[in-house]
Every structure is written in structure tokens, then in C-alpha cells.
């Protein structure tokens, strides 16, 4: 079951490092189209995205320069794949709140929207329970679902340089000289 639970994939640069779904968007789509593909290509993910918990920076571990703008969203769970694109060169697990906090130390942005997402029990609101008063506790409860098969799925963009900027216009030019 992977009711609160968050969704991590291993990294192909480092197969021991664990991270959330990302990539870049193309032209024609949306950020949250992008993250949603994204996901499935990567993990094997179908779903709806239920809110933005925001833009995150990643930032390069020797010089802090900005290496990425991550935009992370959260996303109610409709399919989980056996097959999907990536199968073969990732892996895919599902970790509790906390140990997700563990398994993402060296990557600060995952962290940050952990703490956003409605898997942090510091955001959960109260459960349906907590609203009753001491003299109905013998009428049942029903759990809170806010959580419920929710992964973060993320999109990343890096920021682009000039040099980033120079490079696409040689490839434009390049295509359009080939083509």
C-alpha cells in the first residue's frame, strides 16, 4: 500500500542516490503536462496533478551557482506500470516522509517540497476524529485521504546561459541547413 508514501526514483548518474521524477518540457506543453510525462516515463507513474508546491533552485555543490529551477507539483496516483520507458534503467521505491528527508539529504530543493507536500505530518490537517468532541468517541472515523497515493512529481528546467543560448541557435542553424 503506499498510502503516505513518497515516490522516489534512483538517479542514472548515481544509482545509489535518490531522487524525484524530472526533465525538461518541450515547447508545446505545459509544466504541469511536462511533469505528468515526465513521471510516467520515468517511474512508471499515471496520475493527476493536484497542486504546485512550488519553484525550487538547485544549486551546484562546490561554487552554489544556480544549476536548475525545479518545479514540483503533487499528484493523485490513477496507475502504477509494471512496464514503462525507463523500466530498465531505473529503479523505483516507495519511502515513508521521513525516510524520503533521508534518502534525498544531498539533494536540499526534494527536501524543501517534501516539507511542502501533504506528506509532511507537520502540514497535515487534523484528522476527522480530532473534530469530535470526548463524548462521541465510540462513533467510528473514517481516515484521512488527503495523502493517499500521492507522489511529487517534478519538472526541472536549468536556467539557460548565454552559452546554453548560443549552442541552441548553431543546432537551429544546423537543422535548418541538413533539412
Known amino acids: 500500500m503506499q498510502n503516505h508514501r513518497v515516490l522516489l526514483i534512483s538517479s542514472r548518474k548515481n544509482k545509489d542516490a ?10 508545446d506543453e505545459t509544466q504541469e503536462h ?3 510525462r515526465e513521471t510516467w516515463e520515468e517511474a512508471g507513474i499515471k496520475g493527476t496533478i493536484t497542486r504546485q508546491l512550488g519553484v525550487f533552485e538547485e544549486r551546484t555543490n562546490k561554487k552554489r551557482h544556480l544549476k536548475a ?10 496507475e502504477v506500470a509494471k512496464k514503462f520507458p525507463e523500466k530498465k534503467k531505473r ?3 516507495w519511502f515513508t516522509f521521513q525516510e524520503a528527508l533521508v534518502a534525498t539529504q544531498d539533494h536540499r530543493y526534494i527536501q524543501e517540497a517534501l516539507m511542502q507536500s501533504s506528506l509532511n505530518p507537520a502540514r497535515a ?3 476527522p476524529r480530532d473534530s469530535f468532541d470526548d463524548q462521541q468517541d465510540d462513533i467510528e472515523s473514517k481516515p484521512v485521504v488527503h495523502a493517499m497515493d500521492t507522489v511529487p512529481a517534478t519538472l526541472s528546467t536549468a536556467t539557460p546561459t548565454s552559452k546554453d543560448m548560443k549552442r541552441k541557435s548553431i543546432m537551429k542553424s544546423l537543422k535548418s541547413i541538413f533539412n
Not at 535518490?18 to 518540457?25: D, M, N, S, T
Not at 529551477?69 to 490513477?78: A, K, L, T, V
Open 69 to 78: 529551477h525545479h518545479w514540483i507539483f503533487e499528484m493523485q496516483i490513477d
Open 125 to 127: 490537517p487534523p484528522s
Open 91 to 93: 529503479e523505483r521505491r
Open 18 to 27: 535518490w531522487v524525484l521524477p524530472k526533465g525538461g518540457w518541450e515547447q
Open 34 to 36: 511536462a511533469a505528468t
